[in-house]
């Protein structure tokens, strides 16, 4: 990544994460789910986003398709564009924890060190890799966009888990059975990962901060 000049400086305000997560009422997060197409990524983040929203929670859904109407729109598929797609997402998902907002992220990313480097730029405190697992067999067989047909036959290059490779997580935050379990089980599972690790969190942080 190309560094910015040496006279540009960044320039804080007063207000520290403690501030937002009052405000908010919970520990900003980047829930980054990845899996193969079909996997149920969009399902479950727009799921989860209307159960986090139901609860008064800011959280936004930084889309692998919405993202490529607009802020990657110029970009391709070929290695370096998918890890570019990456590196802005990443950087957008920090600029939306910075200001207190929980991000969840749908995008297939599929090399590990294109998530790390996501890891990297939002921050280890911050990055929950959580790992959508279901077969290619099954994500072909959902096949919701005819993605897999067209990469079959040629239509669709660089396909991940046909033409192109899916390099599944080591160690993720959270796996997800998504081959196997229902998407309000699957949601269910990330929604009590953040319960413990972001919602009561900043309940018990604020807390001790009035004490």
Request: hydrophobic content about 40%; some cysteine.
């Amino acid at each position: 990544m190309k560094e910015p000049p040496n006279f540009l400086q960044r320039f804080h305000g007063t207000i520290a994460v403690q501030d937002r997560m009052r405000m908010f009422r919970h520990k900003p997060a980047t829930i980054w789910l990845t899996g193969l197409s079909g996997s149920g990524k969009s399902t479950l983040a727009f799921a989860l986003e209307e159960q986090l929203i139901a609860l008064g929670h800011a959280c936004y859904v930084l889309d692998g398709d919405n993202i490529r109407h607009g802020l990657a729109s110029d970009l391709g598929f070929a290695r370096d564009d998918r890890r570019e797609n990456i590196r802005r997402v990443a950087h957008v998902a920090q600029l939306m924890n910075d200001a207190g907002l929980i991000v969840i992220t749908a995008l297939i990313s599929p090399i590990r060190e294109d998530r790390a480097m996501a890891r990297e730029i939002i921050g280890a405190d911050k990055f929950v890799e959580t790992y959508l697992a279901a077969s290619l067999a099954t994500c072909a067989s959902r096949d919701p966009k005819g993605l897999y047909a067209k990469a079959k036959s040629g239509e669709i290059s660089s396909f991940t888990g046909i033409s192109a490779p899916y390099e599944e997580p080591g160690a993720p935050e959270l796996h997800v059975d998504t081959g196997t379990l229902s998407p309000a089980e699957c949601t269910a599972q990330i929604f009590g990962y953040l319960r413990e690790k972001c919602l009561d969190t900043a309940r018990r942080t604020t807390q001790d901060a009035s004490n």
